[in-house]
T-cell receptor
Framework: AQSVAQPEDQVNVAEGNPLTVKCTYSVSGNPYLFWYVQYPNRGLQFLLKYITGDNLVKGSYGFEAEFNKSQTSFHLKKPSALVSDSALYFCAVRVSANFNKFYFGSGTKLNVKP | KAGVTQTPRYLIKTRGQQVTLSCSPISGHRSVSWYQQTPGQGLQFLFEYFSETQRNKGNFPGRFSGRQFSNSRSEMNVSTLELGDSALYLC??????????????????FGNGTRLTVT
């Protein structure tokens, strides 16, 4: 069965410091992995996706994700956090190559303090 | 391009009533999915539609239903509302090829959701 796990409910980081939001996955076959961000009272906004063969994927707003096959991880990173990055972040995996069914992690709340 | 549009943004209903939520996908997107988001359960898949057919369904009771129209717009209906149905309902659309298969790394594009409160 496909699944993703986000081990941290909350991550706190000071503005200007690097941030990491963790995600591990369990899939059979090739992983189709994604990161989304959600601001209050809004829907999910696509940040980036895993591209087969790339260990470091760049996305929107300066975010990037590091794929590690041996650790089955797809951690979201940013070199320098902004207060405006404070939001809820979700890791997701496409369940099937044939259908649009995704499993989402439980979400990690990122707090960036000035 | 306009994004995914969901109406209404907010709804307040009482137990036992029914409700219909609407979703207009991004132009050209023919797959529409629905998700329920609650603080306790997170994001849970409800169902997915392509070519006016439901081809995938999550683990929800039959009170939850949906449909898709020929222009790809979709509606979901919840009958006999319960307090536990209070949630943010999110619609998402996606590109698919002629057979309905999504490109493997094609993301979902979400609307801003409908916040349903059942009292």
């Amino acid at each position: 069965a496909q699944s993703v796990a986000q081990p941290e409910d909350q991550v706190n980081v000071a503005e200007g410091n690097p941030l990491t939001v963790k995600c591990t996955y369990s899939v059979s076959g090739n992983p189709y992995l994604f990161w989304y961000v959600q601001y209050p009272n809004r829907g999910l906004q696509f940040l980036l996706k895993y591209i087969t063969g790339d260990n470091l994927v760049k996305g929107s707003y300066g975010f990037e994700a590091e794929f590690n096959k041996s650790q089955t991880s797809f951690h979201l990173k940013k070199p320098s956090a902004l207060v405006s990055d404070s939001a809820l972040y979700f890791c997701a995996v496409r369940v099937s190559a044939n259908f649009n069914k995704f499993y989402f992690g439980s979400g990690t709340k990122l707090n960036v303090k000035p | 391009k306009a994004g995914v549009t969901q109406t209404p943004r907010y709804l307040i209903k009482t137990r036992g009533q029914q409700v219909t939520l609407s979703c207009s996908p991004i132009s050209g997107h023919r797959s529409v999915s629905w998700y329920q988001q609650t603080p306790g359960q997170g994001l849970q898949f409800l169902f997915e539609y392509f070519s006016e057919t439901q081809r995938n369904k999550g683990n929800f009771p039959g009170r939850f239903s949906g449909r898709q129209f020929s222009n790809s717009r979709s509606e979901m209906n919840v009958s006999t509302l319960e307090l536990g149905d209070s949630a943010l309902y999110l619609c998402a659309s996606s590109l698919v090829d002629r057979s309905g298969q999504p490109p493997y790394n094609s993301p979902l594009h979400f609307g801003n959701g409908t916040r349903l409160t059942v009292t």
